[in-house]
């Protein structure tokens, strides 16, 4: 792992770093050097698959974790609001794909963002919403850049690659004289997977529907120059990503409980954490109170149906050392309870975690938790924090 | 129900309201007319039963909101986080209780709030804390006022009213010179309760427990004018408060899915709900994809094991009609899946929402999806629209 010293330039936010222990609690804490890490493993995977890597910025919408994962290769990215695509394109980012089917009363908005220079690719995965993307595109003399979402593994939206309706969204958004751009997809059915058979086969699988849906476009003569696949599980298993031209992944810039369950990661690879304070005891119970409840956390429960299920998150000291046995159990609005599995007859709560005791909590989902903060607090190994801000809403 | 005209001054947001139609969504919808429906029945609860009523602000963190419940007669306020506090005083409520444990490394914000005039109680359940708060109050001449957090119900933090501890807490703060001002309880396993009679039965277990808890103090000789007692379920199922003084509850404001299936509110009461459009279906499923995943409802499955599971939501239409079995029954960031529960073979979802359709979502979790926003937007009778700013992070 780098040092700071070696981070690129753009990972300078906040000018004046604070010290670590003078943080308060709850706050997200983002270990840069595991950061750095993740986004180099993600960039070299994509690197030697042969595809550009795209990153789903969704996750942080942070500004110095983006620049990061672009200094290390990154093409472009991903974004799942057009409030992402106003952000990181006011930050110079123009290669940019909104990846939720376009709604008719955005189309202005997304006028607006390519008359002004972005590069905006807009997604739809039916003819109702091509014809609208269309009209309005038709009717403003503008060629919007249209891919089109193919469902690989049935998990949620997307036209299948062998379904008639795709050569005719296909040839409505051409013959209007849209740009169609390409195929995207996402086998989001993968986190629920958790052995290297099964991630492999999935990988695979969407990797050769999303070619077929290419080559079937292709064969009804309309133009596909981009094929784009991803998930972070299926990202990191695929074989081979033969066709495939652009991979697109999100959460593995932080990783999280839910990964780490699927096998796809360390728990050492875990760069997002929730600083917190012992504020009490319920001794009977073995509980210690903390002062980040399901606020902090969210409310993700991702790992409740695998096979390791981690509350509300894995208890760490302060230094980032994972306690064996120690989960958050339960959160209410600001209040966490952290608890010992299996808790031993005359374990003391109380002198183990004294009040005034911090703590990280490791989270199920990094996406979820990042999105209760205002920012994040980036942790360098030499013991300095920057503040990096993160933006809220739509 | 009051119509816009009869409403508080104080309900003036935004100057220039707009058109709900023309709204983006995903967007927050205050019912403005179901609020003030519900402040004025928790009001009217509070004053039937003789104690004074203190609102928990968590739940919105919202002006308005907040100046409205003042308007309809409530004293004081009750808040999670300091920043809560320090927004709050600086809208001009000054009597204001944080009902979180407190933290020493809090003390000194604490203590400048308090010295620029807010009068600010913080709480505590331990020795070790109230020792810290002691220590600090009387190093900075600072008589802090502490209530005591009494454990009736056994689901978090608290003194149960019959230990020792308590009148060690209360000798500890009452020698060094602080002001022991009360006891508070929050009786929160109601939400787990959706009998009429269980409820009522809670509510006398958290009624009597804190009375009791206040009793042992007077008895030793320590103040304690206060007994403060609440939660949502209970607050709206006590027979009697005999002893209690004042009355929190937070979550009543706008009700939601968790309090509707224990039995507290009518579906017509619930004052928050999430509107969004049609981006997509997938026919052959039942499903239409809409554009408010669990970044809008927030993570939150409260109703997972109540007696009806509303999955992520009800669906209602544009106009807040509930539709019959239409339930978002799943979520990922910015797509929520909208399904019929046991469709029936050749139920159209695509005729019966097409693409464009807008519609709107009762939450599980009001506190939780209203975390998700960084505004509300408030709909008054009239069809107008102002935008109200709510605070995020600590």
Redesign the interface.
Known sequence: MPHLPDMPGALAGNPRPMPFDRL????AIVDVARMQHNIERMQSRADALGTRLRPHV?TTKCTPVVRAQIAAGAQGITV??LKEAEQFFADGVTDIVYA???????LPQALALRRRGCDLKIIT??L??AR?IAAFGSAHDEAFEVWIEI?TDGH??GIRPDQPALLDVGGCLHDAGMRLGGVLTHA?SSYELDTPEALAALAEQERAGCVQAAERLRAAGLPCPVVSVGSTPTALSAATLDGVTELRAGVYVFFDLVMHNGGICGIDELALSVLT?V????PEKGWA?V?AG??AM????GTQKQKRDWGYGQVCTVDGVPMPGYVMQ?A????G?VAVEGLRSGEDIVSRL???TRLRILPN?A??TG?????YHALAPDGSVQTWSRF???
Chains 1, 2 share one sequence.
Do not use: L
Request: hydrophobic fraction near 25%.
């Open positions: 308060d609690t709850p706050s969704k799942s609001t939720v089917g376009m709604a008719e009363h955005r995965d039916s109702a919403s609208q469902d949620r939206s989001g304070t504020i009490g005891h319920q109170i002062d399901w606020m969210s409310r993700d429960r339960g209410n609005q600001e209040h309870i004294p009040i005034g989902h996406c979820a999105a209760q903060f205002p920012e809220h809403g739509w």
